[in-house]
């Protein structure tokens, strides 16, 4: 088992027992969950959740995530198949398109007031 | 894996080409950077995303406090859930059942949350099974008669809500997110505990009997859902200052006591507190003094019914082993025939 | 609720349209005495599943199945209240009248609903056949010259889809994954096997029901049901059991034990108060 143990959680009440939960054998592994809200939207990241394999959990999904008419649509990821980028501390991967003012239509000021521009 | 274990990662993969002190630079840079971009993400009130570089500290506190809260939706599905197959209307059953359900979802956005911290499900699992973790100790009392489903929606998720509000903005990204989820839909559980002890108490002698008797029971323990006094709480004050935690246990309490007054009054209820009333200086109700002998007791796991929840965890945990296994199994099972298949018709 | 905002649209909740026991109550829809003793048939059934599935939430195998097997218990109470109303249409009773306050000889379930849950394979026994009988009733009695149950048929039919599927994907993975949930898969259908026939009984009033297209005639369910229900034992590599059905499928409660113990919970609190309100 890993060595972080929780600080403040190491009390181990009156009567309890050390024993061992039986996940060991048995973990699902973990998916994240992207949820169309209506027609016409995108899917947009709900959260996520454990299932032993795709169908699971996609009607997982359904389940947890639906529950108040959320979604008319659901897709489910392997969270270990996503790539992320690094973060924004790291560099300057998102640098590029700061001050480049050029790529957007308020830049050009001249045709102001000239119609259908 | 945590972004900080991918780092450590990476950095002794390429132990053997650099020198130590190299190394041992650039960890430090990352770290100073990180540091000096982590200070500037609270200062300014934005939010701390999963594979930002954060304090250790911070990812344990985090850990700790998004886990119990975990804990506590799951055991907190024990008290009503145990009275579903009682409830006294079909409305009301089913009411329960979509509120008990809630929990469970919640208990799992949580853990979700808390995953992205690189603690897995099945690591605070285990801390709840072993009784290593602790869950809002108000779950350890008995959920009696009907009545205490109505006063655990009203004043136990009252109180609960009270407490998470605040954390929709926490600055941990997935967590306040899991919070937003929350607090939308535990608006429902507080409105139909108030609308159960509503109609008990406006209907027979003996109902609003029942109805009082479980606001007198839960009162004092719900006020103590907060957490022990401001002086007596040593880890509120960092919390705060990362904004994980938005006001002290004290002024939480204070909100939830303002709150739960007039809505007592509405209910035709008494709170069991012969301490308590408005003080017109101070703009708030003053309120008796709270048993905290009772609450450490009960913390420290001698409530009446610590022993009982823990081992209706365990039990379920226990008894669904062979199922969790037979669909790992099979997924695996399949995995493998399709990898089979794919080989072959390459 | 105030104090935050998303505009996140993974979030974005509503109520959705569909018919609601409330509704179908003041809609005044008014059953005659053979076909509300047909509703409530209908109702008991799921009225009881309900309440053993709903015993499940906080002891479920993982906390997925928690919720989903909430989902399900929530459908079927909702069946259950749709068919009561109705039923209760015809004698002036609400849904409530007829759950808490019939006594054991007056409800009209199969035994197959009032099993105990057992371990996760019997429960999810149970589901399969009841959800592949319920599914098959269902995208019949959409076409019921009766307007009120075709659409509360309707309305169920959608959801015990879900079901079926729910009940299926399971018994491909317990009947598929380890020796022991493949021997417990088996050990809950053997268990249940006896009370399936019960399924298929024409009991009155449903034979003069289904002849004026108002009901659906049980028997004329077996094949279709049975036959599906085969293929997905099989396909899961377990077998067919062979049980005979059990003597009594009547739907009286006279040759049941487990009744009298679902309602004296189901009924205790609300017979400690005749005639309060909750």
Redesign the interface.
């Known amino acids: 088992m890993p060595d972080k143990t929780p600080e403040g959680t190491e009390e181990i009440p009156a009567g309890g027992v050390v024993a061992t939960d039986p996940a060991d054998r048995s973990a699902w592994p973990l998916w994240e969950v992207f949820v169309r809200s209506a027609r016409g939207l995108s899917h947009v990241h709900a959260g996520s959740l454990h299932a032993p394999d795709a169908s699971m959990a996609l009607r997982n999904a359904r389940d947890l995530y639906t529950r108040r008419n959320e979604g008319t649509s659901i897709w489910v990821v392997p969270a270990a198949e996503i790539t992320a980028s690094d973060p924004d501390s790291k560099g300057g991967f998102f640098e590029s398109p700061q001050g480049k003012a050029y790529r957007h239509a308020t830049y050009y000021t001249q045709s102001e007031g000239v119609p259908h521009l | 894996m945590s972004?900080q274990q991918a780092h450590l990662q990476a950095v002794g993969s390429q132990a053997a080409a650099e020198p130590i002190t190299e190394q041992a630079r650039r960890a430090a840079d990352e770290a100073r950077?990180?540091w000096e971009?982590f200070q500037e993400l609270i200062a300014e009130d934005k939010r701390v995303?999963p594979?930002?570089?954060m304090p250790d500290h911070y990812r344990?506190?985090l850990?700790?406090q998004v886990?119990?809260h975990a804990h506590s939706e799951?055991i907190g599905?024990?008290p009503e859930?145990n009275w579903?197959?009682?409830?006294?209307?079909?409305?009301?059953?089913?009411v329960l059942?979509?509120k008990?359900?809630?929990e469970?979802?919640h208990?799992?956005?949580l853990?979700?949350a808390a995953?992205t911290l690189g603690?897995?499900?099945?690591?605070m699992?285990?801390?709840?099974?072993?009784?290593?973790?602790?869950y809002s100790s108000i779950f350890n009392y008995p959920a009696r008669t009907?009545a205490d489903v109505g006063a655990i929606g009203w004043l136990v998720d009252g109180a609960a809500i009270t407490n998470q509000?605040?954390l929709?903005?926490a600055s941990y990204g997935p967590y306040g997110?899991?919070?937003?989820?929350i607090?939308?839909?535990e608006?429902f559980h507080q409105r139909q505990g108030w609308e159960?002890l509503y109609?008990?108490s406006h209907?027979?002698e003996?109902?609003k009997q029942m109805a009082q008797d479980a606001v007198d029971r839960f009162y004092g323990p719900a006020l103590q859902m907060f957490g022990p006094p401001d002086d007596e709480s040593p880890?509120s004050q960092q919390s705060m200052a990362w904004n994980i935690k938005r006001f002290s246990n004290d002024e939480l309490r204070q909100r939830f006591v303002d709150m739960i007054v007039p809505q007592a009054e509405a209910l035709g209820l008494t709170l069991p507190d012969p301490d308590l009333k408005w003080n017109e200086e101070r703009g708030h109700y003053d309120f008796g003094e709270l048993d905290w002998d009772e609450f450490f007791s009960v913390v420290?796991?001698?409530g009446p019914l610590?022993?009982q929840r823990?081992a209706?965890y365990?039990?379920?945990?226990?008894?669904?082993?062979?199922?969790?296994?037979?669909?790992?199994?099979?997924?695996a099972?399949?995995d493998a025939q399709a990898r089979e298949t794919a080989l072959l018709s390459a | 609720m105030s104090g935050f905002t998303s505009q996140d649209s993974a979030t974005r909740i509503s109520v959705g349209q569909a018919i609601t026991p409330e509704e179908l109550r003041s809609s005044g829809a008014s059953a005659d005495e053979a076909t509300a003793r047909y509703a409530l048939m209908l109702g008991d059934d799921s009225l009881m599943l309900a309440q053993r599935l709903g015993a499940w939430i906080s002891r479920a195998p993982e906390l997925e199945e928690d919720i989903a097997l909430g989902n399900i218990a929530l459908d079927l109470l909702g069946h259950a209240r749709f068919f009561l109303t109705y039923a209760g249409s015809a004698w002036g009773k609400t849904e409530d009248d007829l759950a808490y306050f019939r006594d054991e000889e007056e409800f009209r379930s199969v035994r197959l609903v009032e099993q105990d849950n057992g371990d996760f394979g019997k429960t999810i026994a149970r589901q399969l056949i009841f959800s592949f009988y319920a599914r098959e009733l269902y995208s019949r009695l959409v076409d019921s010259a009766d307007e009120t149950l075709a659409a509360i048929a309707d309305k169920a039919l959608k959801e015990v889809d879900y079901h079926q599927d729910h009940a299926a994907q399971w018994v491909r993975r317990l009947g598929g994954g380890t020796e022991e949930s493949h021997r417990r898969m088996q050990a809950g259908l053997e268990d249940v096997w006896a009370y399936v026939e019960e399924l298929f009984v024409d009991v009155d009033p449903t034979t003069q029901l289904a002849e004026a297209d108002i009901a659906v005639l049980p028997s004329s369910l077996r094949e279709p049901v049975m036959q599906r229900l085969r293929t997905v034992i099989e396909e899961a590599g377990l077998t067919v059991p062979e049980v005979k059905g059990a003597y009594g499928a009547d739907r009286t409660g006279r040759f049941s034990e487990h009744r009298g113990y679902i309602l004296a919970e189901m009924q205790v609190l609300a017979r400690q108060h005749p005639g309060a309100t909750w």
Do not use: F
């Not at chain 2, 699992?125 to 602790?134: D, E, N, P």
């Not at chain 2, 365990?314 to 296994?325: K, P």
């Open positions: 972004a950077v990180g971009r995303e594979r930002d570089w344990k506190t850990v700790r886990s119990q799951i599905m024990q859930g579903i197959t009682r409830a006294p209307s079909l409305k009301r059953k089913a059942m979509a008990v359900q809630d469970a979802g208990g799992l956005y853990y979700s995953e603690t897995s499900r099945d690591e699992y285990q801390q709840l099974y072993t009784g290593k973790a602790k009907w509000v605040p929709c903005r997110r899991a919070m937003v989820r607090c939308k839909e608006s159960i109609t008990l209907g027979t003996a109902q880890n420290k796991g001698n610590n022993h823990l209706h365990r039990r379920a945990r226990d008894e669904g082993a062979w199922v969790r296994e037979a669909a790992a199994a099979y997924a099972k399949q």
